[in-house]
């Protein structure tokens, strides 16, 4: 059929280790490719490699031959189950490995047992694949997702003990670390050298490749098997086949997550690697998501906790949020919170609704703000018609957009003059934030739309900037110290203490981006009693915002230890000052650092990227973070967040007070106008 997507899929279970065996990898990989060619939206072109099959060059080999076949608007799925195992790293080479541990998969070998193949050259193998190889590059890379049921799979890379809360439940790892292998043996040895990976950024060496990446664990976890099946791949299986694979991955990960977390201790990870955050947002295999999936939540049945919702106080649930749940024949119910985690929420659901809901099904559910984006809808035109569409659109909207009558009681306004729609804050109409477009070019309908779209993007940016959590308990003192310098005259400078209308003015021309920018290096140093995770966000005020600055969007901050943001780019964090700054001829710009720190590693950052907006005409790509509601939770565990938000203004060197800026008047149609007076 014309419609189906093609897949090309690598397959790859190995029980058959001589000194460690497994009993359900190749049951694993079995399973996945059946449910792959029982999907009558794929076109599937498989390759396996069971047991004694799956050596290493075999599998670098798929990666090369099979896989790469896949072209731009087709998909590439390697699938891996088996032993996950370490390896200690050569310092000179990898510097940056906080354990000095290299996370690897384990293919078959029948002489030594097993053959390590690094998350490095794994890296190396999804770079080609997506990027091609020197002299020959690729243009629009296929759909990449890989999926590893195997332990160490949060960082890429199943353990052989046994649990003691899972007597049945047995390890799919290796339990020693294996020595440091000759560099000879890694698949890039004949290109590179260990003393380029001490001299260049990895990123400029090994370029990552565009990919999503399911893990069945974090890197520091076991990934189970039970009963002969892999815990993880049999509960993802499970949720694809109840939502018909039309599904978001971000969706999806939530709800393996939900399925598996309350059972055992094993987290399931999402990554987007290389490539736009809002890949999380697209559909498995790039199929399109159903739209319910890209609602505020998700409520499954969870065999010992009940009912429960996919987000939680660190998502921005407090528990008086208001739920409105959809069940079957589109009707709505209304559960309630009766306990709050970080990450989820457990539901009191009335029992003539339990009675009538479906243990199998998720049900999307839809959580009020407690401060949603306040709007007042401005309109200069008189278009009474125009202007009540625009109340009624909003109104129904209202989760996360509250209507204002008066400026004074708004955060943004929504402008309709002189035939364009536009956002700016409340009281600052002559700074366009978020222009959308021309109202009679694009039809009312579909500037309306966009319109929403903007303004719940912008709903997303400022909760992330506002978030924090309200019952901190353990923290007396924020637990990180950050220290951010930035660059003046060619040295380094402390960032000032920010007293009302201080900036940083430390901006240097830089004509190959054709605007001002400054650079600037942040630490972090833990001053807290015991180890912490930690992921920093970046904030700007074209409501971008992502986790780029860190090559995990998770990561470890041991006691006592301090490390540099970026360091996997050098460690200096370039800014440069937006266009519209000088369009606006505003006085300064801004950023702003998120830091967002917990006791356990459940800051689950990727899902909560948004996809990245389409720009309308004449504007700047934006990014955000959906989340809707103030943080918080009354229960006093032994685990704790927190956020730290660091604001840096900057001056523009080109402010001039004396003047109005021309492009300005032209852009809120007083062009004419101001024109006809000179």
Same mark, same amino acid.
């Given at each position: 059929?014309?419609?189906?997507?093609?897949?090309?899929?690598?397959?790859?279970?190995i029980?058959d280790y001589?000194?460690?065996?497994?009993?359900g990898?190749?049951?694993?990989?079995?399973n996945i490719?059946a449910y792959?060619?029982?999907?009558?939206?794929?076109?599937?072109?498989?390759l396996?490699?069971?047991n004694?099959?799956?050596?290493?060059?075999?599998i670098?080999?798929?990666?090369?031959t099979?896989l790469?076949?896949?072209?731009?608007?087709?998909?590439?799925?390697?699938y891996?189950s088996?032993h996950?195992?370490?390896?200690?790293?050569d310092?000179?080479?990898?510097p940056?490995?906080s354990?000095?541990c290299?996370?690897t998969i384990?293919c078959?070998?029948?002489?030594t047992?097993?053959?390590l193949m690094?998350?490095? %050259?794994?890296?190396y193998?999804i770079g080609e694949?997506?990027?091609?190889?020197?002299g020959?590059?690729?243009?629009?890379p296929p759909?990449?997702?890989?999926?590893?049921d195997c332990? =160490?799979s949060?960082?890429?890379?199943r353990s052989?003990?046994f649990m003691e809360k899972?007597?049945a439940?047995r390890q799919?790892r290796?339990?020693?670390?294996?020595?440091?292998r000759?560099?000879?043996?890694?698949?890039?040895a004949g290109?590179?050298t260990?003393?380029d990976?001490?001299?260049?950024?990895?990123?400029?060496?090994?370029?990552?490749?565009?990919?999503?990446?399911?893990?069945?664990?974090?890197?520091r976890?076991?990934?189970?098997?039970v009963r002969a099946?892999?815990?993880?791949?049999?509960?993802?299986?499970a949720v694809?086949r109840?939502?018909?694979g039309?599904?978001s991955?971000a969706s999806?990960?939530?709800?393996?997550?939900?399925?598996?977390r309350?059972q055992?201790?094993q987290?399931?990870?999402?990554y987007?690697?290389g490539?736009d955050?809002?890949l999380?947002?697209?559909?498995?295999l790039?199929?399109?998501?159903?739209a319910?999936?890209r609602l505020?939540g998700?409520?499954?049945?969870s065999?010992?906790?009940?009912?429960?919702?996919?987000?939680?106080?660190?998502?921005?649930?407090?528990r008086?949020?208001?739920l409105?749940?959809k069940?079957?024949?589109?009707?709505?119910?209304?559960?309630?919170i009766r306990e709050? %985690?970080p990450n989820?929420?457990f539901?009191d659901?009335?029992?003539?609704? =339990?009675?009538?809901?479906?243990k199998?099904?998720?049900?999307p559910?839809? $959580?009020?703000?407690s401060?949603?984006?306040? $709007?007042q809808?401005a309109?200069a @035109?008189?278009?009474e018609g125009?202007?009540?569409?625009?109340l009624?659109k909003l109104?129904?909207?209202?989760a996360?957009?509250?209507?204002?009558?008066?400026e004074?009681?708004?955060?943004?306004v929504?402008h309709n003059r002189?035939?364009?729609?536009?956002i700016?804050?409340?009281?600052?109409?002559?700074y366009?934030?978020?222009?959308l477009a021309?109202?009679?070019?694009l039809? @009312? @309908?579909?500037?309306?739309?966009q319109?929403?779209?903007?303004?719940?993007?912008?709903?997303?940016?400022?909760?992330?900037?506002?978030l924090h959590n309200a019952s901190?308990?353990?923290?007396?003192?924020p637990?990180?110290?950050?220290?951010?310098?930035?660059e003046k005259d060619g040295?380094w400078?402390a960032?000032?203490y920010q007293?009302k209308?201080?900036? $940083?003015?430390?901006?240097?021309?830089?004509?190959?981006?054709?605007?001002?920018?400054a650079?600037l290096?942040v630490?972090?140093?833990?001053n807290?009693?015991?180890d912490?995770y930690f992921s920093?966000?970046f904030?700007t005020?074209?409501f971008?915002s992502?986790?780029?600055?860190?090559?995990?969007?998770?990561d470890l901050?041991?006691k006592g230890e301090?490390?540099?943001?970026f360091?996997h780019r050098?460690?200096?964090?370039?800014?440069n000052v937006?266009?519209?700054?000088?369009d606006?001829?505003?006085?300064?710009t801004?950023?702003w650092f998120?830091?967002?720190?917990?006791t356990?590693?459940?800051i689950?950052v990727p899902?909560?990227l948004m996809?990245?907006l389409?720009?309308?005409?004449?504007?700047?790509r934006?990014?955000g973070?959906?989340?809707d509601?103030e943080?918080g939770?009354?229960?006093a565990r032994?685990?704790?967040?927190?956020?730290?938000l660091?604001?840096?203004a900057f001056?523009?060197?080109?402010y001039d007070?004396?003047?109005?800026?021309n492009?300005?008047?032209?852009?809120?149609g007083?062009?004419? %106008?101001?024109a006809?007076?000179?």
């Amino acid at each position: 059929m014309a419609n189906k997507t093609k897949v090309f899929v690598l397959a790859v279970g190995i029980d058959d280790y001589p000194a460690a065996p497994l009993s359900g990898c190749v049951n694993d990989a079995q399973n996945i490719l059946a449910y792959l060619q029982k999907d009558e939206a794929l076109d599937v072109e498989p390759l396996t490699l069971f047991n004694e099959q799956a050596t290493k060059s075999a599998i670098a080999g798929g990666f090369r031959t099979h896989l790469a076949r896949a072209k731009a608007g087709e998909a590439a799925l390697f699938y891996f189950s088996g032993h996950g195992a370490q390896e200690w790293a050569d310092a000179m080479a990898w510097p940056n490995e906080s354990d000095q541990c290299l996370e690897t998969i384990a293919c078959y070998d029948p002489d030594t047992g097993a053959v390590l193949m690094a998350d490095k %050259e794994l890296r190396y193998l999804i770079g080609e694949l997506a990027n091609g190889t020197p002299g020959h590059p690729k243009g629009e890379p296929p759909h990449i997702l890989t999926i590893f049921d195997c332990c =160490h799979s949060g960082d890429n890379t199943r353990s052989a003990a046994f649990m003691e809360k899972a007597p049945a439940a047995r390890q799919k790892r290796f339990t020693k670390v294996f020595p440091q292998r000759s560099w000879s043996d890694f698949l890039f040895a004949g290109q590179f050298t260990k003393e380029d990976f001490a001299t260049r950024p990895i990123a400029e060496l090994l370029p990552e490749g565009r990919h999503i990446q399911m893990a069945a664990s974090l890197d520091r976890q076991p990934a189970l098997e039970v009963r002969a099946e892999g815990l993880f791949t049999k509960n993802l299986l499970a949720v694809l086949r109840r939502t018909g694979g039309s599904i978001s991955y971000a969706s999806l990960h939530s709800l393996v997550s939900n399925y598996i977390r309350h059972q055992y201790q094993q987290n399931p990870q999402l990554y987007v690697q290389g490539g736009d955050p809002g890949l999380m947002y697209s559909g498995f295999l790039g199929r399109k998501a159903d739209a319910a999936g890209r609602l505020q939540g998700l409520v499954s049945f969870s065999p010992a906790k009940g009912w429960l919702l996919d987000a939680g106080a660190m998502h921005g649930i407090s528990r008086d949020a208001r739920l409105r749940m959809k069940v079957e024949g589109g009707k709505w119910e209304a559960p309630t919170i009766r306990e709050l %985690e970080p990450n989820v929420a457990f539901l009191d659901v009335e029992p003539e609704v =339990h009675a009538r809901l479906d243990k199998n099904k998720a049900y999307p559910c839809e $959580v009020s703000a407690s401060y949603p984006l306040r $709007v007042q809808v401005a309109d200069a @035109e008189g278009n009474e018609g125009l202007h009540g569409k625009l109340l009624s659109k909003l109104k129904e909207h209202s989760a996360r957009i509250q209507l204002a009558e008066y400026e004074a009681e708004a955060d943004y306004v929504l402008h309709n003059r002189h035939g364009k729609l536009y956002i700016t804050p409340a009281f600052q109409a002559c700074y366009p934030q978020a222009a959308l477009a021309d109202v009679t070019t694009l039809g @009312e @309908e579909k500037a309306m739309a966009q319109a929403i779209r903007q303004l719940e993007h912008i709903a997303n940016w400022e909760f992330v900037r506002r978030l924090h959590n309200a019952s901190v308990h353990l923290f007396k003192k924020p637990p990180v110290e950050v220290k951010v310098a930035y660059e003046k005259d060619g040295q380094w400078v402390a960032l000032p203490y920010q007293e009302k209308g201080a900036a $940083v003015d430390g901006l240097t021309w830089k004509p190959p981006q054709n605007t001002y920018g400054a650079r600037l290096k942040v630490e972090l140093a833990n001053n807290f009693g015991q180890d912490l995770y930690f992921s920093l966000l970046f904030l700007t005020i074209n409501f971008e915002s992502n986790a780029g600055l860190m090559e995990k969007p998770v990561d470890l901050i041991k006691k006592g230890e301090t490390v540099t943001i970026f360091a996997h780019r050098g460690g200096v964090i370039p800014f440069n000052v937006e266009q519209q700054i000088f369009d606006y001829n505003q006085a300064e710009t801004h950023l702003w650092f998120q830091l967002i720190v917990s006791t356990q590693e459940n800051i689950e950052v990727p899902p909560l990227l948004m996809p990245e907006l389409a720009p309308p005409p004449s504007t700047s790509r934006r990014r955000g973070i959906p989340l809707d509601d103030e943080a918080g939770s009354a229960d006093a565990r032994p685990d704790d967040w927190t956020t730290q938000l660091v604001h840096i203004a900057f001056k523009n060197p080109r402010y001039d007070a004396t003047i109005q800026d021309n492009q300005m008047n032209w852009f809120l149609g007083a062009g004419d %106008e101001h024109a006809a007076k000179q």
